[in-house]
């Protein structure tokens, strides 16, 4: 599956992405696009799903109508590696069941 890490995304879960295609925002010159651009280009160029460590996402899309899915990696405690690799764990796992125009919060 391929995936498009948000700016915030840590460049350390690139390496244990395991079966995903994981493409950084920043490679496809994205990182200074706001939510709902990013969304808008990341679903024309064929993405099924976003995913951020971005809290206030939550409240500043709307994903009525879109093709793309966004999974929220929200650790309670830090975006450190121990607070995050348990987080994004979990979201691979969830990818198989991901429904599109959905966003999903992982939390921990």
């Known amino acids: 599956m391929r995936v498009l890490f948000d700016h915030n995304m840590p460049r350390y879960l690139l390496k244990v992405g395991g079966h995903l295609e994981i493409v950084p925002a920043a490679e496809r010159g994205w990182e200074e696009l706001k939510n709902g651009n990013l969304l808008d280009q990341a679903e024309l160029a064929g993405f099924p ?3 951020t460590i971005d ?3 939550e409240h500043q899309i709307n994903m009525d109508g879109r093709a793309i899915s966004v999974v929220l ?4 405690s830090s975006n450190s590696r121990k607070g995050l690799l348990p ?6 796992d969830l990818l198989p069941d991901v429904e599109p ?3 999903y919060v992982v939390e921990g």
């Open 49 to 51: 799903l976003l995913m």
């Open 55 to 57: 809290k206030g996402v």
């Open 73 to 76: 990696l929200k650790s309670k």
């Open 87 to 92: 987080l994004f764990q979990r979201a691979v």
């Open 101 to 103: 125009g959905k966003l």
